[in-house]
């Protein structure tokens, strides 16, 4: 069981929104350590999609956003594209497991 | 562009010790602002943190496994290596190279992942 929640799947048309949540405690994101998203297709490596909770690194379409909010963060995806179905996983650091922790992850099909 | 890619034997025996090596190309290995780790993801599993090295030698190594795991890094081959040790079938994943940003505390550069299967 991973230390961050995070939803098995999501799906949406495209061109709607979808988000995607990540949901922590007291000793990971809600002691103030970042969010940070990862994006990964079947087979491949994860590639970083946000950090610091809501910057996006250059390349990544500004379609991706992401938010942290109390021991939870979100990533929100609009104007859904059949490309971005993909596996996304959160990522932060735990203060009580001395370790960076990551989401179970979260399958997203566009429909 | 940095590029990073992990190297090793795909099949560990029980009991025996799995050794990996990630050569970094494209940039410095000796960097302040970068630290060099290992990230597994079993199958159809998440992600697992393993350990990171800083190119002076200092280590991390997640707490579940430290008594199992040594990181070490060569400045002058640009590479950092992995072992761990008395493996199982648990330790069967996907064995990926990162570059941690440091002052982020994320991983911005990943390797392609190599798999590592443990069986007798």
């Known amino acids: 069981q991973s230390v961050l929640t995070q939803p098995p799947s999501v799906s949406g048309a495209p061109g709607q929104r979808v988000t995607i949540s990540c949901t922590g405690s007291?000793?990971?994101?809600?002691?103030?350590?970042?969010v940070h998203w990862y994006q990964q297709f079947p087979g491949t490596a994860p590639r970083l999609l946000i950090h610091g909770n809501s910057f996006r690194p250059s390349g990544v379409p500004d379609r991706f956003s992401g938010s942290k909010s109390g021991t939870s963060a979100s990533l929100a995806i609009t104007g859904l594209q059949a490309e971005d179905e993909a596996d996304y996983f959160c990522?932060?650091?735990?203060?009580?497991?001395?370790?960076?922790?990551f989401g179970g992850g979260t399958k997203l099909t566009v429909l | 562009q940095l590029q990073l890619q992990e190297s090793g034997p795909g099949l560990v025996k029980p009991s025996e010790t799995l050794s990996l090596t990630c050569t970094v190309s494209?940039?410095?290995?000796?960097?302040?602002?970068?630290?060099w780790g290992w990230i597994r993801q079993p199958p159809g599993k998440g992600l697992e943190c393993i350990g990171t090295?800083?190119?002076?030698?200092?280590?991390y190594y997640n707490p579940s496994l430290k008594s199992r795991v040594t990181i070490s890094v060569d400045t002058s081959k640009t590479q950092f290596s992995l072992n761990l040790s008395s493996v199982t079938a648990a330790d069967t994943a996907v064995y990926y190279c990162v570059r941690l940003f440091r002052p982020g505390n994320y991983m911005d550069v990943w390797g392609k992942g190599t798999t590592v299967t443990v069986s007798s």
């Open positions: 990522q932060s650091y735990d203060n009580s497991l001395s370790t960076w922790v």
């Open positions: 090295i800083y190119y002076r030698g200092s280590t």
């Open positions: 494209g940039g410095s290995i000796s960097s302040t602002t970068y630290s």
């Open positions: 007291s000793s990971n994101i809600g002691a103030g350590f970042n």
